[in-house]
């Protein structure tokens, strides 16, 4: 959308965005004026405590919330409609039940007329990816909220979508699955690298996964408090000491107590 | 769940010391407390008949047993047991397809447009809470007393589940399945394909399984009323004629007939809907 004067463009860029639900009195004014450029194959956390906005500005992204005031592009182009040109990760998992591992990571391709044995191909090697060869043919209540999951990712990444969206994917997962996924999740990421944008509450899980973190300030509206750049090498640990002080400066600064 | 707690109370998990423990052990053990409670059922039922509790017209146990071994040999009216219970469930089977093909349709309508919906619902809602033994007089009064009006209030009775249960299946669909089917980049074609469907079809399986024990339940209701034939009419003839086993019997091949239906339903759903299995 800017000039082409050498600056790479950012891959997504949110401007101005301001969200309200509701009408009258019962208006809710969820995130308040937006700014936030993500640059092509970076991973971005979004972090914020409950009620933040972090996931309402995640669905704009996605195209599935129309925002009040602002806009969002992809590429430079506004994103209006949700598409498969954006991977969606959710936080209930959000499977289809009635379909298999198999049949759940080929469902974009099939909407898109792949042929049965090209897509049942190209989902595959995103079952390996993620490391479900051999369960292809379970269905998702016989799978574990880790595995369910990586069914989630499986299914996004199959599209080959230029962003991938996680809405506090790991949520709802005990703590040992959280931080065996998040390793998972970085692994995925370097072997096929995405625009990823990550939302999650949780300090430790921002520190260790994103190039950058955008903090929302707490409490509604959300409002975009500071981004921070984490300067780590990966792998991280999660005990060295450059990640706990980064992890304590967030947490003095921003509040958060999770 | 409660179930499971008493099988894993039983005597295999930990080995009884002596005749005590032994004696506990079997009285927690599930089958054997099934087989005490149909004992005990029968035992009462025997002693109240031997007593003359409620007077002459309590049968004993093996009494109903030989009725039914009699009725099953010797014509009733012409018809053996079998065919009684043949006509019973032809009637219930024609009216069953009618009402699913009937209920079915609109209640998906109601669920996909909120017009139709609106055009309905409130005549729906009048006509609901009727039972439908209700209909009865009226539909002799139009259809005369043979087989149209015996399927038309089993329709009546059968029709309302198939389409309450069709309509809340297309409206209580996650509605975070359709965001993912559009993120995945599905049309609204394939939304409805892909997505509605499948997700109200347990709803709707559950509707019609709803509906084929209403409409036994019915038949016989609509059987009280001038039939020649069927599990109805064995019950009125017992009746009639003061043959309280012959009742009794009716009542028992009733149960063991629906008992059968569901079974049959319990396994078609597994194998139509494999995802739902372990659901609980």
């Known amino acids: 959308m800017e000039d082409k004067s050498g600056v790479k463009k950012p891959k997504i860029e949110c401007v101005n965005i301001s969200k309200f639900f509701g009408e009258g009195q019962e208006k809710i004014h969820v995130l308040d004026t937006i700014d936030l450029a993500v ?39 506004e994103l209006t409609h949700p598409g498969p040109d954006r991977g969606i990760v959710f936080q209930r998992y959000t499977l289809f039940p009635w379909k298999t591992v198999m049949g759940n990571v080929e469902m974009g391709p099939k909407l898109r007329g792949v042929p049965r044995k090209e897509r049942r191909g190209l989902a595959s090697r995103y079952i390996d990816l993620v490391g479900l060869k051999g369960f292809e043919k379970a269905y998702p209540h016989q799978l574990s909220g880790g595995m369910k999951q990586r069914v989630g990712i499986a299914r996004a990444y199959v599209n080959n979508p230029k962003v991938m969206l996680l809405d506090e994917p790991f949520g709802q997962l005990d703590a040992q699955t ?49 981004i921070y750049d984490v300067n780590l090498p990966r792998p991280r640990d999660y005990t060295d000491p450059a990640f706990l002080e980064l992890r304590h400066t967030i947490t003095e600064e921003t509040e958060l107590t999770l | ?49 031997v007593m003359k509790v409620l007077g002459r017209f309590l049968p004993r146990p093996v009494e109903v047993l030989y009725q039914l071994y009699d009725m099953l040999v010797n014509p009733l009216a012409g018809k053996t047991l079998m065919l009684h219970l043949w006509f019973s469930l032809r009637r219930v089977l024609i009216a ?36 439908p033994i209700a209909w009865i007089s009226l539909a002799i009064l139009w259809f005369g007393i043979g087989e149209t009006s015996k399927i038309f209030i089993i329709i009546i009775g059968a029709v309302v589940p198939c389409i309450i249960n069709s309509y809340n299946g297309i409206r209580l669909v996650d509605p975070e399945l359709y965001d993912c089917i559009r993120m995945l980049g599905g049309n609204q074609r394939q939304e409805v394909v892909e997505v509605t469907f499948p997700a109200a079809f347990p709803a709707i399986f559950a509707g019609i399984q ?46 063991l007939t629906a008992w059968a239906i569901s079974l049959v339903v319990t396994h078609l759903e597994r194998w139509v809907c494999p995802w739902k299995t372990n659901l609980e």
């Not at chain 1, 939302?199 to 955008?214: F, M, P, Q, S």
């Not at chain 2, 080995?15 to 054997?32: C, D, H, Q, R, S």
């Not at chain 2, 069953?96 to 409130?122: D, E, Q, T």
């Not at chain 2, 086993?245 to 009542?251: D, E, H, K, L």
């Open chain 1, 39 to 77: 640059k092509e194959n970076e991973f971005i956390v979004v972090l914020g405590p409950g009620q933040s906005g972090k996931s309402t500005l995640l669905k704009i992204i996605a195209g599935l919330y129309k925002p009040s005031t602002g806009k969002a592009y992809l590429d430079g182009k």
């Open chain 2, 96 to 131: 069953f397809v009618i009402a699913v093909a009937i209920g079915v349709p609109i209640g998906l309508l109601m669920g996909f447009s909120p017009y139709f919906n609106a055009f309905f619902k409130p005549v729906f809602d009048l006509f609901k809470p009727m039972p």
């Open chain 1, 178 to 226: 959280r931080y065996f996924m998040e390793e998972e999740t970085v692994r995925i990421w370097e072997t096929e690298k995405r625009t990823v944008i990550f939302v999650t509450n949780n300090i430790e899980e921002a520190v260790y996964l994103g190039d950058r973190i955008a903090v929302l300030e707490g409490k509604m509206p959300g409002k975009l408090k500071k």
């Open chain 2, 1 to 49: 769940m409660s179930r499971e707690a008493l099988v894993n109370n039983g005597p295999i998990t930990e080995k009884p010391k002596n005749l005590g423990e032994l004696l506990t052990a079997i009285f927690k053990n599930v089958y054997v407390l099934y087989a005490i409670s149909i004992i005990c059922f029968l035992l009462l039922w025997d002693t109240m008949a």
């Open chain 2, 210 to 255: 709803i509906s084929l024990s209403m409409a036994w339940t019915t038949v016989l209701a609509a059987e009280l009323v001038g039939a020649r034939e069927g599990m109805g009419f064995i019950i009125i003839t017992g009746m009639n004629q003061s043959k309280p086993a012959m009742i009794i019997s009716g009542m028992v091949v009733i149960a």
